[in-house]
């Protein structure tokens, strides 16, 4: 039996060649070709229309709802850097009761979809709800004209609830680039003679910059996709403006051309979003010079109350209030989960959540590997392509996924009538099997991205290692890197699984006739002004949304030797 020490050192000396399999390059290509095939389905649709609808686009639709789309990104933008930085620092850098909890909690908005969010905050705010009630009853108002409230159904009331339920992306990145390095810096700062909001604002926050940028973008990019918050408060944005198009205009090239337009905006983003993380990790590198980690802040009483309220709020907003009004309104109804809608809204959910999480994480280990045996430039770079999926707003996808199977469903049944006389009628348009495709192009990159942080941790040439005792890549894979990869593939197979059951967007365009998963229960039910009837199936969402938060916060605790 081959020895340990002489593994490494015949895959060290080169002898085991790399692998460059046509059918591995293929299929990578393939791959590429399907996540791309949305954007290339609009594209063709836009240039291909008559244009007669455009002036009125361009003249009624367009400038009304691009204006509002960068209104509500600036206000979420700047909503959410606030909350998160601030959060991030207290938890980090300063000492009170109750501060282990905070620093998971302060995660569990992630939790709720934006959708369901908008629904609990409508119920929560409006002239009929608790608060607007209690106001009334302690100072005696009896009608609206009495007195001032803001209007939740407004483009601030939105920026406002998907300000509570994005900040933990910018909360998550700044408290890593905190932990890291602000701590020590804040230090030196101090023992400088510099006083607390100095050392913030002069010290802290320019090393943040980076962090705090890529985490602002990830929540703007989610704030465009959203669809279901923004049509429920009525504020029309791009996203809602390209399906009204579609469904209230019936033209499809307009509804392409407002897509790409707002596809115009997701790049920007995007770009934006990989500069961050470009000096995100210059800092980084700088920050393994710094070791030591001085103890935190120990506040006064009432300082410490200021800070328990102040890390309080966004967990009470963005998850204590949809938890609350959705479990109201389901205690009042536990009849519906003997209801027949349910289970099958239940069931549908499972089964392509399942499938999409399975065949995601099929094709992100093909992307892997075919990256780790070749090594070349090419296929670097098809993986990159094959991960835009995730910065597609779903009707975005969703609308050119559509129209792609629906010319593959008429190429094959005219093909099927010329050949054999018979029709095959509509295969993938309007099928599960579309909503499945859709989720798996989408969070391709979520998966891609969770297996290749667990395989960067082995060592390089492991498997070379086995096939340097004759077994073949497949081999090789299958019988040492896969048992090693099971805790980032599970990972992947559950973050996948959850973002598949909370996909409103897609869904909504691409299901079949009466196919209800949860997310689109709850919205018809939200559409016909009966929130309260899907409310069992906005808690079964909350909860199984609930598991990523879980899986994060084990992510964070096994920081707690730097926090301690």
Not at 141 to 160: K, L
Not at 201 to 220: K, M, N
Request: net charge positive.
């Amino acid at each position: 039996m081959t020895t340990g020490v002489d593994l490494p050192q015949a895959a060290a000396t080169g002898r085991v060649k790399r692998y460059r399999h046509p059918f591995v390059v293929a299929l990578t290509v393939a791959i590429c070709a399907i996540v791309l095939l949305p954007v290339i389905t609009l594209a063709a649709i836009a240039l291909s229309g008559t244009g007669e609808d455009w002036p009125h686009l361009a003249r009624n639709v367009l400038p009304g709802a691009t204006l509002t789309t960068l209104h509500l990104l600036v206000m979420v933008s700047i909503g959410t850097a606030i909350i998160g930085v601030a959060t991030a620092w207290l938890v980090v850098g300063y000492d009170f009761p109750l501060r282990p909890f905070f620093s998971w909690a302060l995660v569990l908005p992630l939790a709720v979809p934006p959708y369901l969010a908008a629904y609990a905050f409508g119920e929560f705010f409006l002239f009929s709800g608790p608060v607007q009630s209690a106001l009334r009853a302690v100072f005696g108002f009896d009608n609206p004209r009495q007195y001032w409230f803001p209007e939740i159904r407004s483009t601030g009331g939105a920026a406002f609830v998907l300000t509570c339920v994005l900040y933990p992306y910018v909360y998550l990145t700044s408290r890593v680039v905190f932990l890291m390095q602000g701590r020590n810096i804040a230090d030196v700062a101090r023992t400088l003679g510099a006083r607390p909001a100095k050392v913030f604002f002069r010290v802290l926050l320019p090393v943040a910059r980076p962090a705090i940028g890529a985490g602002v973008a990830l929540v703007l990019m989610e704030t465009i996709n959203d669809i279901g918050a923004s049509e429920f408060l009525g504020v029309r944005t791009l996203t809602t403006a390209v399906f009204t198009t579609w469904i209230n205009r019936s033209s499809l090239e307009g509804a392409a051309q407002l897509a790409l337009i707002m596809l115009i905006l997701v790049l920007l983003l995007l770009a934006a979003e990989q500069f961050a993380r470009r000096r995100q990790r210059f800092h980084n590198v700088r920050a393994t010079q710094l070791k030591a980690r001085p103890p935190r802040v120990r506040l006064s009483v009432p300082g410490q109350i200021g800070v328990l309220v102040a890390v309080s709020l966004p967990v009470l907003f963005g998850f204590g209030i949809p938890l609350l009004v959705f479990g109201q309104y389901a205690s009042r109804r536990l009849h519906y989960l003997l209801n027949a809608d349910l289970a099958k809204a239940f069931v549908n959910s499972i089964f392509t959540a399942s499938a999409a999480a399975l065949l995601t994480i099929a094709l992100a280990l093909l992307l892997i590997n075919a990256v780790r045996l070749s090594r070349s430039r090419l296929t670097v770079w098809l993986v990159r392509i094959g991960s835009v999926g995730y910065a597609l707003p779903g009707t975005i996808l969703g609308l050119g996924l559509l129209f792609a199977l629906a010319r593959f469903d008429n190429a094959v049944d005219h093909f099927a009538r010329e050949a054999f006389g018979v029709s095959t009628g509509l295969l993938l348009t309007g099928s599960a099997a579309a909503v499945i495709l859709a989720c798996t192009i989408r969070f391709l990159a979520l998966a891609e991205g969770a297996v290749r942080s667990g395989m960067e941790k082995l060592p390089p040439h492991l498997d070379e290692a086995a096939r340097s005792l004759g077994k073949t890549p497949a081999k090789s894979a299958a019988l040492v890197l896969l048992p090693l990869l099971q805790p980032a593939i599970l990972t992947a197979l559950v973050l996948v699984f959850v973002d598949t059951v909370k996909e409103l967007s897609a869904t909504i365009l691409l299901r079949p006739f009466g196919f209800n998963t949860l997310a689109t229960l709850v919205y018809e039910n939200a559409s016909r002004a009966v929130v309260e009837d899907g409310a069992v199936a906005a808690l079964l969402i909350i909860v199984t949304a609930t598991v990523p938060v879980i899986l994060l916060s084990r992510a964070l605790a096994r920081d707690r030797a730097a926090t301690m």
